[in-house]
């Protein structure tokens, strides 16, 4: 008995099975052609224009993570190392090649701290914020203990009256500046902590001045006041920043004043150089020039002798051994006298924009210890770059700090580009919770 043609039973298809498949094994549509199959990737073979796309969308979703605040403050960071390492060269050249290092030994010293530290930076520029968190507590007492070693101990190494280096194995470097970086995120930290008992002394006095105070203390031990400044300068900027009142601040500044004019009697060094600042002694020359003078007034010449365009790249006369520290120090009055009034101005406006981004990325914190962290960072390195200039300028006394990002020094190199890196973290994470929101 023949099967009705409307009841048979069809013959299965190699289209019918594979539209019966899962939906997940469906092949893309082919070119056309009869025959032609799907190209398939094998062990061995290019990736597929697929694989490719997804690599550029992944690494597109990357830079696009990032803020316009992040981009801001990389960016300038950059721009002041690149400018730093053409200036430590033209300031290091001379006396460089006279300690047989050949003209480009003090480039060559401070393009290599510059090749750890902006990867150091990038990297620190992806963790989060808990992490920082995290770490404060011990990063704060390690490079106390380190500093212990310097003051309490012969591995302090003595230079120009402060004992503020460590020598490990032929190694020379300041933990005085690692103290500073693991101040800006135990600061945030702990004012994080504390921020619904800031208008109680107790929450602020004891652990801020105690621990934070302590680590400044080791630092006065070593005789280098102006790294003390500018550390004091970090922590009472974090309690504005955090919004302590300042009645309460009244007490510990006027204690950190006196501190620093026992600091500063203390020392015969000190003393002279700041008696020649206060009595003018330096600023009309007689005779012979004394010691305490000579530094000064050779930085002023060389800004005199710069004008409005300067007198050219590497042209620099001070560097030829009249101006000490031309490359660390001083190095702002070699930008002055080779690149004029308009190469110091271009300067100023560098760190001028770094302040810029400072401020943008503190308005867009939400968290207390990312705000107060970005606070600590700007003063520490806008004020050593104002510290700087005005010491240059005969604003300030002689007081040692370099040119944050541009003078010659690996250690300050290293740990100012580590705190920018924390920054850009944090702005990194600005970025993320807006784009998870």
């Excluded at 100023?348 to 401020?359: D, K, S």
Aim: with cysteine.
């Amino acid at each position: 008995m023949s099967t009705p043609p409307h009841t048979r039973t069809p013959r299965p298809s190699g289209s019918s099975v594979r539209s019966a498949r899962a939906p997940s094994a469906i092949r893309p549509p082919s070119s056309g052609r009869a025959g032609s199959a799907a190209p398939t990737a094998s062990v061995g073979q290019p990736s597929s224009p697929l694989t490719a796309a997804s690599a550029r969308i992944t690494l597109g979703r990357v830079f696009k993570a990032e803020s316009g605040n992040y981009f801001l403050l990389l960016g300038t960071t950059l721009f002041l190392v690149a400018f730093g390492l053409v200036m430590v060269l033209s300031s290091s050249s001379v006396d460089s090649y006279l300690a047989d290092a050949g003209f480009f030994g003090g480039l060559l010293r401070q393009g290599g701290f510059a090749l750890i530290g902006v990867p150091l930076m990038l990297v620190a520029s992806r963790m989060p914020l808990t992490f920082w968190k995290r770490i404060a507590w011990p990063a704060l007492l390690f490079t106390s203990f380190l500093q212990c070693l310097v003051v309490f101990t012969p591995m302090g190494y003595e230079i120009a009256g402060n004992t503020n280096w460590l020598s490990i194995g032929g190694v020379q470097f300041q933990p005085s500046e690692g103290i500073k970086m693991a101040l800006v995120i135990w600061l945030g930290m702990i004012l994080d902590q504390k921020k619904n008992h800031l208008d109680d002394w107790r929450h602020v006095f004891i652990p801020v001045f105690g621990v934070g105070g302590g680590a400044i203390l080791l630092v006065m031990i070593g005789g280098d006041l102006g790294t003390v400044m500018i550390m004091a300068g970090i922590l009472f900027g974090a309690l504005f920043f955090a919004g302590v009142k300042l009645r309460l601040l009244l007490i510990p500044v006027a204690a950190g004043i006196a501190g620093a004019l026992v600091l500063a009697l203390t020392s015969s060094n000190r003393l002279t150089r700041i008696m020649s600042f206060v009595n003018e002694g330096c600023d009309q020359v007689s005779g012979a020039i004394s010691s305490n003078c000579w530094q000064p007034l050779h930085g002023t010449w060389a800004l005199a002798n710069g004008g409005i365009l300067g007198v050219g790249l590497g042209n620099s006369k001070a560097k030829w051994s009249w101006l000490p520290a031309a490359d660390n120090d001083y190095i702002f009055a070699i930008v002055g006298e080779e690149l004029g009034l308009i190469g110091a101005i271009v300067v100023l406006g560098m760190f001028i924009l770094l302040a810029f981004a400072f401020l943008r990325i503190m308005r867009s914190s939400t968290s207390v210890m990312a705000r107060i962290t970005t606070s600590a960072v700007m003063v520490w390195i806008i004020g050593q770059a104002f510290v700087n200039i005005g010491v240059v300028l005969g604003v300030f006394p002689v007081l040692g700090v370099p040119l944050p990002l541009i003078s010659a020094g690996g250690t300050a190199l290293l740990t100012t580009l580590m705190a920018i890196g924390i920054v850009l973290s944090i702005a990194r994470g600005q970025q993320s919770g807006s784009n998870r929101r």
